[in-house]
């Protein structure tokens, strides 16, 4: 059973940092396609980042570039989001993906940026 769990969000001034982690069981995550998405209050789902599924080629958002860094452990079977120089417009619940057979989603958490 495909099963994802996202943690790590929390409350944070502008400039700071979060990690968030993405607990995959049911499918090996290094072997998958797999995406971070948020969702702000009032707006439709965004995309954020990707990670390739063999070749780990990663594509990010104008809007992240260059701050966030998707990455996994395969070890873990894990996803990650390391969120740097964070802005009030990060303030979202963060969501991560699986592109497998089927699109499945983790539960969401929630990020929240302001002084």
């Known amino acids: 059973q495909v099963q994802l769990v996202a943690s790590g969000g929390g409350s944070v001034q502008p400039g700071g940092s979060l990690r968030l982690s993405c607990l995959a069981s049911g499918f090996s995550v290094g072997r998958y396609t797999m995406s971070w998405v948020r969702q702000a209050p009032g707006k439709v789902r965004e995309w954020v980042a990707t990670?390739?599924?063999?070749?780990?080629?990663?594509d990010y958002a104008p809007s992240v570039k260059g701050r966030f860094t998707i990455s996994r452990d395969s070890y873990r079977n894990s996803l990650y989001l390391q969120m740097n120089s964070l802005k009030s417009e990060d303030t979202a619940v963060y969501f991560c993906k699986a592109h497998l057979w089927s699109d499945y989603w983790g539960q969401g958490t929630q990020v929240t940026v302001a002084s």
């Open positions: 990670i390739g599924d063999l070749t780990g080629i990663r």
